[in-house]
């Protein structure tokens, strides 16, 4: 075992090699490369950009209320048409600098991104991990995974399982067919589109089956994706599914 002298020492030489780093590449802001305090972070102006969701809003589909009119209270849009998943909740509002931020993510190849998201997703989330038992990814199509090169739910769901210690099972679900873009198209068709899209791996089902999941992804838009892939884990035993993202579309009828 080292001594303590040689873990003093290791510690200083890490100290200057941060240090010399800092230096050469000073800590910028993730959104808009401004100089800020901290690697990782944003600055002011981007922090400020960002529609953060708070309480009060609807405890099914996590979209936030103009009035606080007490807790538990679920939304019109909720109750008229009912999600397949418990309970969802996001971090901020789909614009602005969240959407810059998830683009480049997503598109940019910036996977150095998820630490800060997926971090921001834990702390939004906190009384999803408390419950769940298991977290799964949304996953992509093995096609479009091959393109992308990498699945952004995934690096987010590895960084939100490790700040919420709760188990990852990053494979448990596939998505066997390839489907279109959601973007324009009707509720039905979206529907039929998802139709069979996601699949629980036969290996996975013991992982599955009696657990609340928690299903991360990096934008929840229409509920379409979530509900189908929700309705294959519940189908394959899991005891609820929940649904957590960085970012929610939100509309004057959610």
Partial sequence: MPSRAVRQAAMMLRLGWN????????PSCIACQAATGEAQALCPACWSGIGFIERPYCERLGTPFAVDLGEGLVSPAAIADP??????????????????LVHRLKYGDRTDLASTLGRMMAQAGRDLTCDAGLIVPV?????????????????????????????L?????????RTHQQVGLTRAQRADNLQ????VHPEARAQVEGRRILLVDDVLTTGSTANAAAR?????GASAVDILTFARVVTDGS
């Avoid at 999600?83 to 810059?100: K, L, M, S």
């Avoid at 739910?153 to 210690?165: E, I, K, N, Y």
Wanted: aromatic share 8%; proline share 7%; net charge positive.
């Fill in 139 to 167: 996953p992509l199509h093995r096609t479009r995974l091959w393109s992308r090169r990498f699945n952004q739910a995934a690096v987010l769901a590895q960084v939100v399982a490790r700040q919420a210690r709760v188990p």
């Fill in 169 to 177: 099972a990053p494979m448990a679900l596939s998505r066997v067919k």
């Fill in 83 to 100: 999600p397949v998943f418990a309970r969802a909740r996001a971090v901020c509002r789909f614009d602005g600098t969240a959407r810059e």
């Fill in 232 to 236: 294959a884990l519940l189908r394959a």
């Fill in 19 to 26: 240090g010399a780093v800092g230096i050469v590449y000073p």
């Fill in 196 to 199: 069979g899209a996601f699949k």
